[in-house]
Each structure stands twice: as C-alpha cells, then as structure tokens.
C-alpha cells in the first residue's frame, strides 16, 4: 500500500511541470519575445513550487503515518485511496492557480482542494488511532498534539478562500502562516511525541 501510494505522489509531483508551457515565438532568435513570454509564465512556475511543497509534505506525513501502523484494514485501505485522488487531482487546481492566479475562484478552489487533503490526513490519523492499527499506544496528548498539527492547514487554507475575493495576494499569503504556526506547536510538543513524531 505504501509502494502504491508512493507512486501516485512521484507522478502527482512530476505532472505539476505540465502547466508550465514551453513559449511559441514568431521569430525564434528574439531574445526580448522569450523573455516576455518567460515573464507571462512566472504565476506558472510560483504555483509548481508551491505545489510541489505541498505534496512533498504530504508525501512526508504520509511516511511518518505508515511508521506508525502495524497494520491496516479494509477501511484504511478505502480512506488512503480517497487520500490519493486528492492527491492526483491537485496538478489540476495547480495549473488553474498558474494560469488564472489574479481570479480568486482560482485561488479558492486551490484552498479548498489542500484543505481537504489535510483533512483526510486527519480522518487516516483518527481511524488509526481508534481501531487499533497503531504499532503502540498513543497517549492522548500526543494525539491531541497531532491532530492539531494536522488540522492548522485546514484552517489556514479555508480561511483564505473568503478573502481571496479582496485579494489574492493577501490570501496566498495566509497560506505561508501554517509555517511560524508549526515553530510555536513545537514548543507545545507533549513529552512523548518525538516516539511518535520525529522531526
């Protein structure tokens, strides 16, 4: 299930370079007209980087969940799946944000798809922890601690859809908050999480 899962990320994070077009020029030996069309592609080439943080991230947590099982069930198997169409799907929004990154419907969708990602990371987390799948027992601060750490981008990227509509900008921008919001949970980490959460 891992090796299956680690595929659908590598090719989720290889197609992000697709929305990224090679420029067509009229007059092929024009330096000015590349640089201009290059310059058109720059909210394509943000929007890859931003993605391919996103996924590899995810693709971390992910990791970091399997270490933590001793085994799966039925159910997991099913919710992992619906975790990995997300997944696959995000090169989509990613080249609308790339293309349409001044439209906050762009933006917002993006918001939305990420957030619904982080919040399957959540419902994974929590029927693991509760069927017994888990390799050892948790201690419920630790699970608190987890699960808040995996609900803050569901809470940074849904509060940013309203305000995509006043501004774009300004609503990327809360999206970057989930990583001081990680420095100060670190000083929040309960005794025991670096067993179940090594950074």
Known sequence: MLAFSDGVFAIAMT?????????????????????????DRTSNVISFFISFGVIGRYWVAHHQFFALLSRADSRLVGINLLYL???????????????YIENPL??????VMVALISGLEV???????????????MPA???????IGSLSPVAFFLASVPVAF???????GIWFLGIPFGILADRWKPADADRFFPT
């Open 15 to 39: 197609l992000l370079v697709v929305g990224i077009t090679v420029p067509v020029l009229p007059d092929a030996s024009s330096v000015a007209q590349l640089a201009d069309l290059l310059n």
């Open 85 to 99: 169409a997300f997944i696959a799907f995000l090169p989509y929004p990613t080249a609308l944000l790339g293309t």
């Open 106 to 111: 762009s933006v917002a969708l993006y918001a």
């Open 123 to 137: 419902v994974l987390f929590r029927h693991a922890h509760r069927h017994g799948l888990l390799a050892e027992a």
């Open 141 to 147: 601060d630790v699970y608190r601690w987890g699960v």
């Open 166 to 172: 006043a501004s774009t900008t300004l609503a990327v």
